[in-house]
């Protein structure tokens, strides 16, 4: 063998030792655990033979506690460049078999540079976390790695897409990183996230939790809205990732890509003539009308758990990616609360940031009333709402279904947050509120002087007020709508709005950054 034989060898001998740098013992624990190790999670989510690997060979510089007898290589994260759907992504695994994936510095290190990369090419990051947290034995400079990838996560916040799996624990202050990125998806089971774990809960409160309880993926989709996805399984996951990223630009100053379909863009639907009913206290399910108008059906819901009264998700309209925020009258009447405020602001500030228009249908009966929600600051979190509506200058299309009624109207993209085009339903009722409320705010003496006729009386004040504002006339005589359509058109008039807008400027003042109501 010649000398340059010997060392590429010995090249491949390394490399071979890398690809298992926490031993067989501890793969073989990973997977008796129900879960896959780092590389073999970015094989299921990296094309074919796409995986550029960085930094294989880096090792840690810690001496502290017998840390200098052992050097894996990688430090516990694989990182690198790949491509999904051939479009480049920049990706990091933590390798749990190494040190249980603990963050050093020089893991961090790793994981700051393909953060840089990914900015400079304008291209994604995905993360998949499976770690114990800062590595003890490092001390504060595990802590400084932490605050080096929060700075990375936040510079890169708003120029290129950033998603997170929460594949294993995630604990303590890491659970930031994920916090900060734009979408957080967990495994149900195998994962969990929280600032502190059971026992230190135990400790503190006294009070005696799981680690499922406290922080699994379930908890986090559905009680606080931590994670936006929780799958079944890693391979659910991994597909989940993928298809999000199927909607998204590669970053701020690019368009997402188009999906052909063979779904004709005039296609009408005559069920939507007939979805809403006839008693103005009844539900129907929002999702059937956004199947309806949506490209071959095909809607990419995000935060389905959380604030249902909500719907917020991607879809494709004559091809073109749309973020679709949407009321839901079968949960809690569809009204707007803190949960759903903070929610859907997420969202429309997400689809603000990438270039995603965003496609609005209202019917929405107003903000829940009650002392849980003004305690929690319902008026802040209504604010978000409003503002990330207001300061959005996608191309924004409502339409209003049903009722529109009060502040709840004004939030839900209306035109004076520069909503463009704004459609209603012949069922839509724009108006200060309902008509019962209406009328015993307005007539309350007239029917407390007259209680024998109070029933009459309501009616007839009822009937009035309906005539009047039960309908979306009022709203497009003043020009506040730009048409009354049918809702078998729904599809084909959004679409064709979206394309008016397609090459839609707007700007806002200049400022340092806004003040959003946090
Ligand atoms: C160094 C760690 C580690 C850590 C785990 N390991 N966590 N090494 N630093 N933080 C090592 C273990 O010693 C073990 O090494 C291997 O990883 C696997 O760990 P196990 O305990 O055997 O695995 P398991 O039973 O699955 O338990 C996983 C675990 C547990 C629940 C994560 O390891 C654990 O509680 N770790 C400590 C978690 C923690 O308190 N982290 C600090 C959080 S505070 P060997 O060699 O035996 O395989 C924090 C601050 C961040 O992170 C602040 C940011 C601002």
């Given at each position: 063998?010649?000398?340059?034989?010997?060392?590429?060898?010995?090249?491949?001998?390394?490399?071979?030792?890398?690809?298992?740098?926490?031993?067989?013992?501890?793969?073989?624990?990973?997977?008796?655990?129900?879960?896959?190790?780092?590389?073999?999670?970015?094989?299921?989510?990296?094309?074919?033979?796409?995986?550029?690997?960085?930094?294989?060979?880096?090792?840690?510089?810690?001496?502290?506690?017998?840390?200098?007898?052992?050097?894996?290589?990688?430090?516990?994260?694989?990182?690198?460049?790949?491509?999904?759907?051939?479009?480049?992504?920049?990706?990091?695994?933590?390798?749990?078999?190494?040190?249980?994936?603990?963050?050093?510095?020089?893991?961090?290190?790793?994981?700051?540079?393909?953060?840089?990369?990914?900015?400079?090419?304008?291209?994604?990051?995905?993360?998949?976390?499976?770690?114990?947290?800062?590595?003890?034995?490092?001390?504060?400079?595990?802590?400084?790695?932490?605050?080096?990838?929060?700075?990375?996560?936040?510079?890169?916040?708003?120029?290129?897409?950033?998603?997170?799996?929460?594949?294993?624990?995630?604990?303590?202050?890491?659970?930031?990183?994920?916090?900060?990125?734009?979408?957080?998806?967990?495994?149900?089971?195998?994962?969990?996230?929280?600032?502190?774990?059971?026992?230190?809960?135990?400790?503190?409160?006294?009070?005696?939790?799981?680690?499922?309880?406290?922080?699994?993926?379930?908890?986090?989709?559905?009680?606080?809205?931590?994670?936006?996805?929780?799958?079944?399984?890693?391979?659910?996951?991994?597909?989940?990732?993928?298809?999000?990223?199927?909607?998204?630009?590669?970053?701020?100053?690019?368009?997402?890509?188009?999906?052909?379909?063979?779904?004709?863009?005039?296609?009408?639907?005559?069920?939507?003539?007939?979805?809403?009913?006839?008693?103005?206290?009844?539900?129907?399910?929002?999702?059937?009308?956004?199947?309806?108008?949506?490209?071959?059906?095909?809607f990419f819901e995000v935060h389905r758990e959380f604030a249902r009264n909500i719907i917020v998700g991607f879809?494709?309209?004559?091809?073109?990616?749309?973020?679709?925020?949407?009321?839901?009258?079968?949960?809690?009447?569809?009204?707007?609360?803190?949960?759903?405020?903070?929610?859907?602001?997420?969202?429309?500030?997400?689809?603000?940031?990438?270039?995603?228009?965003?496609?609005?249908?209202?019917?929405?009966?107003?903000?829940?009333?009650?002392?849980?929600?003004?305690?929690?600051?319902?008026?802040?979190?209504?604010?978000?709402?409003?503002?990330?509506?207001?300061?959005?200058?996608?191309?924004?299309?409502?339409?209003?279904?049903?009722?529109?009624?009060?502040?709840?109207?004004?939030?839900?993209?209306?035109?004076?947050?520069?909503?463009?085009?704004?459609?209603?339903?012949?069922?839509?009722?724009?108006?200060?509120?309902?008509?019962?409320?209406?009328?015993?705010?307005?007539?309350?003496?007239?029917?407390?002087?007259?209680?024998?006729?109070?029933?009459?009386?309501?009616?007839?004040?009822?009937?009035?007020?309906?005539?009047?504002?039960?309908?979306?006339?009022?709203?497009?005589?003043?020009?506040?709508?730009?048409?009354?359509?049918?809702?078998?058109?729904t599809r084909f008039r959004v679409i064709r709005a979206l394309c008016a807008l397609e090459g839609k400027k707007?700007?806002?003042?200049?400022?340092?950054?806004?003040?959003?109501?946090?």
């Amino acid at each position: 063998m010649s000398i340059q034989e010997e060392q590429i060898a010995k090249l491949v001998e390394r490399r071979a030792a890398a690809k298992v740098a926490g031993g067989q013992a501890r793969i073989d624990a990973q997977h008796e655990k129900g879960k896959l190790t780092a590389r073999e999670r970015l094989a299921l989510l990296l094309d074919e033979g796409s995986f550029e690997e960085f930094d294989m060979f880096v090792t840690h510089r810690c001496t502290n506690f017998g840390m200098d007898k052992s050097h894996p290589y990688g430090d516990g994260v694989v990182t690198g460049r790949g491509t999904i759907g051939g479009r480049t992504v920049f990706v990091y695994a933590q390798d749990f078999t190494v040190s249980g994936g603990s963050l050093s510095k020089t893991m961090s290190e790793k994981i700051c540079k393909v953060m840089d990369m990914a900015i400079a090419a304008g291209a994604p990051v995905i993360g998949l976390n499976d770690s114990g947290g800062a590595r003890i034995q490092e001390g504060i400079d595990a802590l400084a790695g932490y605050g080096d990838i929060f700075e990375h996560n936040i510079l890169a916040s708003g120029v290129v897409p950033q998603i997170s799996g929460i594949f294993g624990p995630c604990a303590g202050g890491a659970v930031y990183s994920p916090a900060l990125t734009d979408f957080t998806l967990m495994v149900k089971n195998t994962s969990y996230m929280f600032l502190t774990g059971p026992a230190v809960v135990k400790s503190v409160t006294g009070e005696e939790v799981t680690p499922e309880e406290l922080g699994g993926a379930s908890v986090h989709a559905s009680k606080s809205g931590v994670a936006d996805f929780a799958a079944e399984n890693e391979q659910e996951g991994i597909e989940t990732i993928k298809k999000l990223l199927s909607y998204l630009p590669q970053n701020n100053m690019e368009l997402s890509p188009v999906r052909e379909t063979a779904d004709p863009v005039g296609r009408v639907s005559d069920s939507l003539n007939s979805i809403i009913p006839d008693n103005p206290n009844k539900a129907y399910d929002m999702y059937g009308v956004i199947r309806e108008i949506v490209d071959d059906g095909d809607f990419f819901e995000v935060h389905r758990e959380f604030a249902r009264n909500i719907i917020v998700g991607f879809a494709h309209m004559g091809g073109r990616s749309v973020g679709i925020v949407a009321n839901q009258p079968q949960m809690l009447a569809g009204v707007l609360d803190i949960n759903a405020s903070r929610k859907a602001a997420r969202f429309v500030r997400f689809c603000d940031a990438f270039n995603i228009p965003l496609v609005t249908l209202v019917d929405v009966p107003g903000f829940l009333p009650g002392t849980q929600q003004e305690y929690g600051a319902v008026i802040q979190n209504g604010a978000k709402l409003l503002y990330a509506y207001g300061e959005a200058t996608v191309p924004k299309v409502t339409v209003t279904l049903r009722k529109a009624y009060g502040g709840a109207h004004i939030v839900m993209s209306c035109k004076q947050l520069r909503g463009d085009i704004n459609y209603a339903w012949p069922t839509a009722q724009i108006a200060v509120m309902g008509a019962d409320g209406a009328v015993d705010v307005l007539y309350a003496k007239d029917i407390k002087a007259d209680p024998a006729h109070a029933s009459e009386i309501r009616a007839e004040k009822k009937a009035e007020y309906e005539e009047l504002f039960n309908n979306p006339y009022q709203a497009a005589q003043k020009g506040y709508i730009e048409d009354v359509i049918e809702p078998r058109n729904t599809r084909f008039r959004v679409i064709r709005a979206l394309c008016a807008l397609e090459g839609k400027k707007q700007t806002i003042p200049a400022k340092k950054h806004d003040n959003l109501p946090l």
